[in-house]
Nanobody
């Protein structure tokens, strides 16, 4: 069974940086794309960023564009989310997600496109 293991989040001051990682196991899992979503208290889960298997296609939500960067290391089946210039409104539980089987009914920014999820990691940004 595929598992996505996320790194620990943490508490950071506004303006600071944090890098999240997500490793997929076992490594034989064939992934089409990976993404990051987040969910703040009382809010719906929202798209943050996505990256294709080759890394040739990258997408970021407008709310994080220019501050967050998604990347991946295919040799390690790991995806990263570098978060800079963090704001209090970035506080949320961040989830890593992977596409095991491509579903043409969903776009990359929709959670339904992803069929494997990590356990989530808390990121708290203090003002």
């Amino acid at each position: 069974q595929v598992q996505l293991v996320e790194s620990r989040g943490g508490l950071v001051q506004a303006g600071g940086s944090l890098r999240l990682s997500c490793a997929a196991s076992p490594r034989t899992f064939s992934m089409y794309a990976m993404g990051w979503f987040r969910q703040a208290p009382g809010k719906e889960r929202e798209f943050v960023a996505a990256i294709s298997w080759t890394g040739g296609s990258i997408y970021h939500a407008d709310s994080v564009k220019g501050r967050f960067t998604i990347s991946r290391d295919n040799a390690e089946n790991t995806v990263y989310l570098q978060m800079n210039s963090l704001k209090p409104e970035d506080t949320a539980v961040y989830y890593c997600a992977a596409v095991g089987t491509y579903n043409p009914n969903y776009y990359y920014y929709q959670s339904g496109a992803y069929d494997c999820w990590g356990q989530g990691t808390q990121v708290t940004v203090s003002s």
